[in-house]
């Protein structure tokens, strides 16, 4: 009798044991979605000035306080998957997310048991109507959503223009593979810098998709930026910033912030050093604080413009 009572007070002691640790783990919801501890680092791999390796790449992370990586490759980076994966893992980053598939990542992933987003650009198929257009786009991707189904892995389908680009789209072709392929695992990445024809209807935009959105990654927003050669611009240098981060704030959402070093003649740091700092100073100004002085810009390349040229000595 007191050994079966001793054996059931033993079992509650690590049932709690076991609760309260995957509590303390468990990532907090973060009180505001720009928090530091929230963001993303997208498009650092390739773009980068310094063409930095997968060491430098981590310490440059670790300096910054960036915490969470989506990872952009080309061709040359391939012999690298696995020595990014291990400095990730060294230096505490999160693998978050991998763009597009690659049968060596994926043997990787399994090695390493990592479960990160997969990223493919939303397709843009023909067809004489929407419905016909979602059914062929859904045919083409599934292939990858049932790969990264067996991984553990969620797909982000990922806006870069055309109907595919559209967030409408976006949304009913999640709705679709949740309905027809109980694919629960797919959702969507937004991406700003390829929504600047959405800006008008931008909180609209984006009470349709949160309930879908993995990931939301952050741009300086101007009206007409991408005809204007200002498609990119450190979050804080687009006239539209206060006032799109004020939706995005009070959507509710508080899922991944992404902040894109996308400007390929800019070392990376200087880039992402900018949008740290844009971010933080538009996220003052929603908490009713003085907002300051605009951060300067490090990076030519953050204005959305190439940096000029070297002066020459006379």
Known sequence: M???IFAS???VAASLTTFFSCSLHAEPTPASPFDRQNLVAWCIV???AKSRGPAERAEMLVRLGIHKVAYDWRKEHVPQFETEILEYQKHGLEYFAFWDVHEDAIRLFEKHQLRPQIW???PTPAGTSSEERIRLAAAKIRPT???ARKLGCKVGLYNHGNWGGEPENLVALCEYLRKNDGADHVG???NQHHGHAHVD???????????????????????DGDKHGKKILAPGEGELDPLLFR???????RGPIGIIGHTPNDDVELRLRDDLDGVAWLAAQLDGQRPGPKPPVRAAGSRGFPPAPPTRKK
Do not use: Q
Request: net charge positive.
């Open 2 to 4: 007191h050994r079966r």
């Open 9 to 11: 007070l033993c079992f």
């Open 46 to 48: 390739p773009f980068d």
């Open 120 to 122: 493919i650009t939303a």
């Open 145 to 147: 959503v049932e790969r």
């Open 188 to 190: 969507i990445v937004y």
């Open 201 to 223: 209807r931008f909180a609209s935009a984006l009470a349709a998709m949160k309930p879908y959105l993995l990931c939301l990654n952050v741009n300086g927003m101007t009206r």
């Open 247 to 253: 939706v995005i704030r009070d959507s509710g959402y």
